[in-house]
């Protein structure tokens, strides 16, 4: 599957939708992570998490981007993470994910507008429609290529969520600040 060409119009639209970000809410199995679950032979369940992605995360909060998760499955890896990282919004268990996000809109007191979702699959798609900026990885399900935003060209668990988190900086213009942190 191949993510759509954006025309130059599409960029600018992209962006300005971009600019007005406040918080991110993303998907976990297929978004953060590749989608796969391990079981081993016991009660152990074991998933992948990309560094990029951690960084990207880093990155948000860090700029006063609130960083969420919504995620139909619950899993003590999850929460394991997001801890890591500072995400203190994490949200499992959901199999309706439009009510936390209608919760999340309530307790920051957001518009629709400053959110950003990311995605994979069918069950994202009522938050990519109803969200500011509707965004789905690279190996999302196909009906979701006419139902984002934007389509990253990362896959899940693979810097998918750290082109997000760039693109809502950059647009915000708060990228270069990051970079010469790295460069001084």
Same mark, same amino acid.
């Given at each position: 599957?191949?993510?759509?060409? @954006?025309?130059?119009?599409? /960029? ?8 007005? +970000?406040?918080? +991110? #809410?993303?998907? #976990? ?21 990309? !560094?990029?992605? $951690?960084? *990207? !995360? ?8 609130? +960083?969420?998760? /919504? ?5 003590? #890896? ?7 990282? *500072? ?7 959901? &199999? ?8 999340? @809109? ?12 990311? $995605?994979?699959?069918? &069950?994202?798609? &009522?938050? #990519? ?7 789905? +990885? ?9 139902? %984002?935003?934007? !389509?990253?060209?990362?896959?899940? $668990? ?6 997000? %988190?760039?693109? /809502?900086?950059? %647009? ?5 600040? /990051? ?6």
């Amino acid at each position: 599957m191949t993510a759509p060409q @954006l025309t130059q119009e599409q /960029i600018a639209q992209l962006a300005e939708k971009a600019k007005k +970000v406040r918080m +991110v #809410i993303t998907d #976990i199995d297929g978004v953060l992570s590749d989608g796969k679950v391990y079981l081993d032979q016991g009660d152990n369940e074991l998933k992948c998490f990309n !560094i990029k992605d $951690g960084l *990207g !995360i880093k990155f948000l909060l860090k700029n006063d981007i609130i +960083v969420a998760v /919504i995620t139909g499955r619950e899993s003590n #890896i999850v929460e394991r993470r997001m801890k890591e990282l *500072g995400v203190t919004e994490v949200h499992q268990n959901q &199999p309706d994910k439009r009510a936390c996000f209608n919760k999340l @809109l309530e307790k920051y007191q957001l518009d629709v507008s400053e959110v950003a979702y990311l $995605g994979d699959d069918l &069950p994202d798609l &009522p938050l #990519i429609k109803q969200c500011g900026l509707g965004v789905a +990885v690279a190996d999302c399900h196909w009906f979701m290529l006419q139902h %984002s935003d934007w !389509i990253t060209a990362s896959a899940g $668990g693979q810097g998918a969520f750290r082109e997000l %988190s760039e693109l /809502i900086l950059s %647009s915000q213009e708060k990228m270069p600040a /990051i970079l010469d942190g790295y460069l001084n």
